[in-house]
């Protein structure tokens, strides 16, 4: 079992930059792969980005390369995400997770079915 917990999330214009985090308990941290997902108004949730267990690997969906960060540190059981050039298509309830494993490819991720309670995020234009 592990609990997942997202905060940081808010309103801000296009453009913007906001930080988001997620602190984990219940299992070692450092065993796991860790990820965001997102879900937008009516729209399935979606992976957004993940990160290996020792934070020096990461991948992205395409539509947030380049604009968002993952990162994790390990001693205090947080995982990041760094987001810049906000669109208001970025908009969304963002839930950090635990993946079944790295895959390296966004197209092919699993999450295991523990969920917190997510943080919005809202871009305007």
């Known amino acids: 079992q592990v609990q997942l917990e997202e905060f940081g999330g808010g309103l801000v214009q296009a453009g913007d930059s906001l930080r988001i985090s997620c602190t984990a308990s219940?299992?070692?941290?450092?065993?796991?792969?860790m990820a965001w997902f997102r879900q937008a108004p009516g729209k399935e949730r979606e992976f957004v980005a993940g990160v290996d267990w020792d934070g020096y690997r990461t991948f992205y969906v395409d539509s947030v390369k380049g604009r968002f960060t993952i990162s994790r540190d390990n001693n205090k059981n947080t995982v990041d995400l760094k987001m810049s050039s906000l669109k208001p298509e970025d908009t969304a309830v963002y839930y950090c997770a635990v993946l079944r494993f790295y895959t390296g490819d966004a197209r092919y991720t699993e999450a295991l079915d523990y969920w917190g309670q997510g943080t919005q995020v809202t871009v305007s234009s």
């Open positions: 219940g299992r070692p941290f450092n065993t796991l792969a």
